[in-house]
Every structure is written in structure tokens, then in C-alpha cells.
């Protein structure tokens, strides 16, 4: 005879499985980005504002982050720290996607997928904030238990 889960269960089973495809899809897009920083600096040099001081330097730091933090949702003991240490993170880059945004967007040249790719990117940085939250166990928002 099969056993019939509770629905409160069922739902915490659902949640647990959702913060580990997130944690899995932030540690690839982090650690991605924080070797492309590292490896490749010149890029997020022309989107870095200019009143960063060391912006070489920056960007080297943050490469780290990111893969300090990409490795750190992995690991139980750390992951409530990499998950706080990655929302703030995307905060601080916001007005290098602001000004990347900006550049883009009023150059001569821009074209209609520039427009889109910032109209879209733009938006989702609150997303990104809460999902590295979501993912490190700190908030559970929108997905609370029925009843």
C-alpha cells in the first residue's frame, strides 16, 4: 500500500528541491562569471563606473566572490553566508549594469537586441538578489505552507 504524503510534506519536499536547482543554476552562472572576470577583465572594464577606484583590481576581487560564493552555496556549513554574500554582491554590480546599459543603449550604433537584452537584464537583478537568498535558505517567499 502506498503512503499518502501530508500536503505540508509534499510542499517541503517541493521546496527543497526547488533551493537545490537554484543553488546548482547559481553556482554555474557564478563560477562562469567569476572565471570570465578573472580570465577575461577587459570586458567588465569598459562597464565599470568610473569613480571605482582600481577598477582592475575590482575586477579581480569580485571574480574571486564570485566563485567564493559560487562554491559556497555548495557547502551546508557556509551556504546562508555565500547566499547573503551574493545578493549583496548583485546589488554592489548594479550600476555597472546601469552604466553598461546606458553606454549600450545611446551609442550610434545600438541596435534592437541591445535594447532587449538591457530591458530584460535590467528587471532581473532584484530576481537574482532573491534567488541567491532563496537558494541559501534565507527566505521562502513566495512558497509558504498552505492551510
Not at 546562508?80 to 551609442?107: E, M
Amino acid at each position: 500500500m502506498q503512503r499518502i504524503e501530508p500536503a505540508r510534506e509534499r510542499e517541503g519536499q517541493d521546496l527543497t528541491v526547488w533551493r537545490r536547482r537554484c543553488r546548482l543554476g547559481l553556482f554555474l552562472f557564478y563560477a562562469a562569471a567569476g572565471v570570465l572576470h578573472i580570465t577575461v577583465p577587459r570586458p567588465f572594464l569598459s562597464i565599470t563606473p568610473s569613480w571605482v577606484p582600481d577598477a582592475p583590481e575590482v575586477i579581480l576581487v569580485t571574480g574571486l566572490c564570485e566563485i567564493a560564493g559560487a562554491i559556497g552555496l555548495l557547502v551546508p556549513w557556509s551556504r546562508r553566508y555565500a547566499g547573503i554574500g551574493l545578493a549583496l554582491y548583485a546589488a554592489c554590480v548594479f550600476p555597472a549594469n546601469i552604466k553598461h546599459a546606458v553606454t549600450s543603449l545611446t551609442a550610434p550604433d545600438a541596435s534592437q537586441w541591445q535594447w532587449l537584452y538591457h530591458m530584460v537584464r535590467l528587471p532581473l537583478q532584484p530576481v537574482l538578489i532573491w534567488i541567491a537568498l532563496f537558494a541559501a535558505g534565507i527566505v521562502r517567499w513566495p512558497m509558504r505552507a498552505r492551510g
